[in-house]
């Protein structure tokens, strides 16, 4: 394929990642998926481990976990990858997938299957489990976090949006109809203890939460108001690591 190829069908398809595909073309996400990778705090490297990645969308997290060594990735993202195209303006589709996995000559594996489908005797179990940016989108997030846990045998990757952080005890915002920034499938936003006890409940042995510092989400509450959107300085966005 040529760079002119390249950018062409690039310019085709409507995605959500920022990819860097080589030869000076990224894909143009609406994402920042460097940005968002730097907070998740990954291990350097999976050298001989297998990854799972629940909500793969375009699959920057497998590409990258692929690009650190991982033995196997396996992708999954039912509501992106099966017709009709996901999201509040219809644009999650496997386009942006498949056109990446060929350019970077990707052994990741994507799989068809059911979030609720998710157990080991389905798909095996993993030493690391992605699930990113999905919990606060499901009705049912525990439901899916239980299946999650069930297949991961060291690290759990959770990242997630988050709700009344400066509460003392554990709880998880719902938000009815199109509350949250106008998008119905935003329904859950967990603070950190209601995450970590989440998790804790899962068996993990060890659990670690990050946070936004406050005076951040003071400062970004106080410009989205400027702009004319809700945003409450107790919400933003939250990373945990469950470890085995
Ligand atoms: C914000 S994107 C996150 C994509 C990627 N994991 C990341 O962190 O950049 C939300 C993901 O959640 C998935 N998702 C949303 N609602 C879902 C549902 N009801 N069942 C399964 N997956 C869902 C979407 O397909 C999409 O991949």
Known sequence: MTNEDLKRRVAEIRWFHQIDLGDGVTTPGHDESAAKLRKLRLPARFDGQT???????????????????????????????RPPAWGPRGWGTQQGFRLAHEVLGSRVEP?????????????????????????????NPWLVLERAASVCRHLLVVETHADLLDHRRAAMAFYPGDEMEGDPSN???????????????????KVDVYGERRGLRLARAGYRRLRGTRYSPQQGRLVAHAWR
């Not at 497998?62 to 993202?77: C, N």
């Not at 993993?126 to 940016?133: A, K, P, S």
Request: glycine content about 12%; charged content about 20%.
């Open 51 to 81: 990854v799972l990645d629940i909500g793969s969308w375009d699959g920057f997290f497998a590409f990258e976990a692929e690009r650190r060594g991982a033995q196997r990735v396996v992708a999954m993202d039912p509501a992106c990858w």
């Open 187 to 205: 329904y859950w936003g967990p603070n950190s203890k209601a995450l970590a006890g989440m998790l804790g409940a899962e068996g993990f042995r």
């Open 111 to 139: 799989l068809d299957i059911g979030l609720p489908d998710i157990s080991p005797e389905t798909i095996g179990t993993f030493d690391v489990v992605f699930f990113l940016g999905v919990f606060y989108h499901l009705p």
